[in-house]
Structures are given as C-alpha cells and as structure tokens.
C-alpha cells in the first residue's frame, strides 16, 4: 500500500495504522491529508484498492488541537476510510499502536470509571465492546502497580541472548549455542563487568530497584554453574533489599533440569517461566521445538518441587499445523496445572523468523480469532484476570499479546516495561535502556545487539552506562 501525505508529517501515526489493518503487499493507494483552517482541523482520508475509492472527512476546532487529539483525529479518517475496504471489523478499531492500556491506564487515573473508559474507547477508537472491556481490565492492574511506585523506583533487565537452536517464529537477536558456545563464557565476563558498575552506580544514586527480570534468548541455556555464577553477581553487586520480584525467563523445558531450578530457587530467584508454546506434538515439531509435551508436565513439576509457587507459562495462537482443537487441547492442558501465570500471544510473522519464508500450515484469522476468544472465556471462568496486554505488527488477525494471573499474582515487571511506568536500565547483549522523563517522553540507550558486539564494544557500553546515571540523577 503506497502511503501519501498531505499538510502533516504524522507519518508513524497513520503508518502504523496501515500496515495493522491492510496485509503486506496490498496494492493500492492512501492519501492522507490534514488541513488547517480558522475555526476547524480537518483530517481527508482517501483509500484507492483497484477500482474501488473511499473517501473520509473528519475534523475537530482548530483552538483545541494537541498532537494527541491530532494524530486520534488522522486516524479516524483512516480507518473510516479503510473499512469499507476490509472484509471484517478489526476488533482494535482505529488503533494502530503496541500499548492500547496506556489509553485506559491514564483514562483511570485521572478519574474515569471502567464503564466510562471502555465507552470512551469505543467512541473514540472504534474498538469492540469485548476489546474495550479487556483493556480497562488490564489497565486496573497497571492503576494498582502505579500508585505503590515512587519517582526513585526502577526495573532491571539482564539479556542473555543465546538458545541452544532457533524456534520458527522467533525474531529476537540471539546465538545458538551449537555453533557460538565459545561465546557463553566471554559474555559473562562482560556482563559481569557491566553489572559491578551498574551496581556502583546505583548505590551512588537515589534510585531503588523494584523487579529484576533475566531474559533472553534462552537464560537457562546457561549451565547451572554458569546461573549460579551470574546470580551470584548480581547479588553481590547490587541492592535487591527492595526487589519485589525476580523473574528467570526459563523457556524452553529441554534447557531445565532439577539441579538448575534447585540453584534459581536457593538464589532468589521467585518467579520462573515454562513455555510450552503448544502441548500437540506436530506443531512444536513444525516451530522446531525438540521437546515433548511430556517435557514440559514433567519441567512444571520440577519446578514446583524445587519451590516455584509463581510459574508463567506461554501459549502462542496460530502456530503452523495448529487448529482451534490442538489449541483448545494445549490451553485445557496448561490451564489443568494453575500455574499462576499463562501468557496468549498471537503468532506474528516477523521478517527475521524462518516463518517468514516458510508459511505453509498456518491457521487462518477466524480460526486464530477462536483460539484467542476459547482463551479468554476458558481463563476467565477458571479465576484468571487479564494484568498486561500489547499488540505487535504483522498479527493473525490484528489481535494481541495477553497476559492472565490468578490470585493477584500479576507479573510486575511485566507490567512496568509494558506500560513504561519507570525507568528499565537494561544490561547486556541486545538490551535498550528506557529512560522515562518527567515530561513523559522516553530516551532509549541500547546496547550492541550481538555477543559479538557486545563483548568488543564493552568499553562504550560502560561509558553509556555512566553517561545514563549522570542524566537520571541530574
């Protein structure tokens, strides 16, 4: 879809929109044009898709412009222009961006009742009833978490970005171990660097840490030793008095073992993921997954004895040579344990995963709209409230990422990086520091991507580093 604008450089605004509610390679043309008078801002939307054109006008008084209100305004006559063109109603509406619940989070927070914020979404973004009330639901969690946090309070993240092979639908930077385990070791000592002044820093300054999250890649691809060695640090170096929650992003079952959830417990570490993606045996075969959904029961159980009261597990919807059954099936299956987390992405095909390429298999957006909908009925009934939600480009269907917990047990950090509530200082290959400003914008500093990288260019890393702590507490 060829994009054009007139009168307003509001490009990622309308971009975004058009890429979530039009395929990839749709030919065609969009003219979006904004044009500015004494008493009105006027937003024309002009879609053209073969012979067919449409056409849409919406406006709103010049004296109460604010960018916000602008970029709404642009997107309403896009997406009223679109519709016309789509076969069905996108369930998000006018909404093109990945954090939908900041919009109900802030609605909540200056006084709106959840009736009113879902009303308000409808209305404004055109988002379904079902979609409105999912958001505000998370949003409630996020109001909770907002008001126990200080302006000094922060999160921190460890990359570990190697997977002992690649899974189909993953876009994420990493290594795998079978051809870059030479790198495990000199990566840690790097890390381990970046962490002792990273923890200098911090006891110079007024900040607090509030959640500790080691993700990936794989983390547990580290041998025991090697977790135990990176924990250790971490201990060591930085202040966790005030760390409510430490999470290790444990993934895939074939990279757990008794000894190495034993030695997460008796470090801390008091919140562990186990995602099985799919209990069905010919999908996880198909994301090139070598694990059984033996593995994963029999990983939840180790895990609960070595301790783990809090376990996430991830299910994924659309998955190649999956159907609403097999879904139906995984979900039950998890469901069946209680763990105290269960995450539903959507499939998204992202142009670095070998699903890209390879597309054969896939299920189609009504039956990725049965899974999703199965979900959120089944989770529901059985306790689970939904905590954190967001969307990614290129999904089945155009639906969402969501996160359920059951007895309040919300995944905090998750919450606080989802929503951007305070600063995440991110350590490590492939990590972005978000620096939150009191004006509310963000500034990013990210680290090299690569291990490779990371290890050569350590010295800027830790130059970067301090270059953030003087510009926090300044």
Sequence with gaps: MELILCGHEDRYAVEQLCLSLFPQGTEGKAVSALHRGKTWLTAVTTITIGEKCEKNIRRLRASTETVPLRRQLLQQSFYLAALPHLQKVPVWGALAGVRPTKLTTRMLLQGLSLEEAAKKMEKDYFVTPERARLAVDCSLSTKAFTEKLTPNDISLYVGIPFCPTRCAYCSFVSRTTGRSGGLLEPYLDALEQEIVLTGKLLANSPFRLRTLYIGGGTPTTLSAAQLTRLITALKTHLDLSECLEFTVEGGRPDTLDPEKLQALRSLGVNRMSINPQSLQEPVLKACGRPHTAADIFRVYDEAVQAGFADINMDLIAGLPQDDFEGFRRSLDGVAALHPANITVHTLALKKDADLFDHRQGLSSPEEVARMVDY????????????????????????????????????????????????????????????????????????????????????????????????????
């Excluded at 905590?387 to 155009?398: A, E, F, N």
């Excluded at 914008?441 to 130059?463: C, D, G, H, T």
């Design 375 to 474: 979900a959120e009925e089944t989770l529901r009934s059985l306790g689970y409230r939904p905590y954190y939600l967001y969307r990614q480009k290129y999904m089945s269907g155009s639906f969402e990422n969501v996160g359920w917990s059951r007895d309040g047990k919300d995944c905090l950090y998750n919450i606080a990086m989802m929503e951007e509530l305070h600063t995440i200082v991110s350590l490590g290959g492939g990590g972005i520091t978000k620096r939150n400003l009191p004006n509310g914008k963000l500034v990013r500093f990210p680290n090299p991507k690569f291990p490779e990288q990371y290890i050569s260019q350590l010295e800027e890393v830790l130059a970067h580093k301090e270059e953030l702590f003087r510009q926090m507490k300044g």
